[in-house]
């Protein structure tokens, strides 16, 4: 089948693509480069199932798409996952953050409704329950985004959820924990941590925590992410709303320290003011996942991390 992947030149999208490509399917991938890289795609250079579409989400598919379809047919399924990605950009530039996130899914389902297309994934994100209290956090959890990034996710939750409802255009959301993996990029400083301890520990320099690093997050492994999407991607858990996590936390301090070790020890650890807004505790309740998608994250943490530093 043809399958649509916005923002699949970036580490998660990059991974996706790998992944249906490997099942034998038809992939186009449509992205702006902000962010994504075509250097994480350069291995399937002349595939001939793979189209590669320079185009932002926020301006509209139906364009970009024209000429894929009109050589292989309908787009039959769309993993979305194109977005601004970070939590802080989001705050300096609510506006921006609106246009790209909840617009251009709003252009995706768009596009959806009006092709006919079988099923919409889309990346939303831990962002959308703001600062909670009791862990692990479950999916029913009153959401209470406290940045425009998570209020975006969750608009465009709520617009998958009305175009199911009311245009019968199949979705599945899933949300997203702190994902890490092999190609993730180190170099903002709001790259995923582990990117960032990675570099800088593989290069025997000091790695750098917000805080006294007791804060938590659960991070999974991009493979487990990637094996998510495309359950997704199946037919059914239409409306499905589902963390992405992997029912376990660490400490930043514990990680640092791990990675630290994994690359030999040569690293200090020195510590700065927390982050404005940290979350101090993050842990996803994963029955969802595993009742709805059949999925169980299965590369422990110590594992991932000897696979990204690799
Ligand atoms: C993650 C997501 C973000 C959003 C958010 C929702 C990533 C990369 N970001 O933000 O998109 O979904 O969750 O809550 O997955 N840290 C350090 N030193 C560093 C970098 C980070 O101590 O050099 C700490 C940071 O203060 C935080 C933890 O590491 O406590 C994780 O930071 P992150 O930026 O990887 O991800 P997070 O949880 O802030």
Redesign the pocket.
């Known amino acids: 089948m043809l399958v649509a992947v916005t923002g699949g030149a970036g580490f998660i999208g990059s991974h996706t693509v790998d992944r249906l490509l490997g099942a034998g399917h038809r992939v186009v991938v449509l992205d702006d480069f902000r962010t994504g890289r075509r250097a994480n795609l350069a291995h399937h250079a002349g595939s001939e199932r793979l189209d590669i579409i320079a185009c932002d989400v926020s301006h509209g598919i139906f364009a970009a798409l024209a000429p894929v379809t009109a050589r292989h047919g309908p787009v039959e399924r769309i993993v979305h996952l194109a977005a601004q990605?970070?939590?802080v950009h989001s705050v300096a530039n609510p506006l921006v953050d609106m246009q790209i996130n909840y617009g251009g899914t709003l252009h995706v389902l768009e596009y959806a409704r009006a092709t006919g297309v079988r099923k919409v994934v889309f990346a939303s994100?831990?962002?959308?329950?703001?600062d909670v209290a009791i862990m692990p956090v479950g999916e029913d959890t009153p959401t209470r985004p406290v940045?425009p990034?998570?209020i975006d996710?969750l608009a465009s939750e709520l617009a998958l959820d009305y175009y199911a409802a009311v245009h019968g255009v199949p979705t599945t959301t899933l949300r997203?924990?702190?994902?890490?993996g092999p190609r993730?990029d180190p170099s903002s400083?709001?790259?995923?941590?582990?990117?960032?301890?990675a570099d800088?520990a593989k290069a025997g320099r000091p790695?750098?925590?917000?805080?006294d690093?007791s804060?938590?997050?659960d991070f999974i492994y991009v493979g487990d992410v990637v094996r998510a999407i495309a359950a997704a991607l199946e037919d059914g858990a239409d409306r499905v709303v589902a963390n992405v996590g992997s029912g376990g936390e660490i400490a930043?301090l514990e990680?640092?320290r791990s990675i630290v070790e994994l690359c030999g020890g040569r690293s200090a650890i020195h510590?700065?003011p927390?982050?404005p807004g940290?979350?101090?505790k993050?842990r996803a309740q994963v029955d969802r996942l595993h009742e709805a998608l059949g999925i169980v994250a299965e590369t422990s943490l110590l594992d991932g991390l000897r696979e990204t530093l690799r």
């Open positions: 990605v970070s939590v994100s831990a962002a959308v329950y703001g940045s990034y998570g996710k997203f924990f702190n994902v890490y993730q400083p709001y790259s995923g941590v582990i990117s960032i301890f800088r790695l750098l925590i917000f805080g690093g804060q938590t997050r930043v990680l640092a510590h700065a927390y982050r940290e979350i101090l993050s």
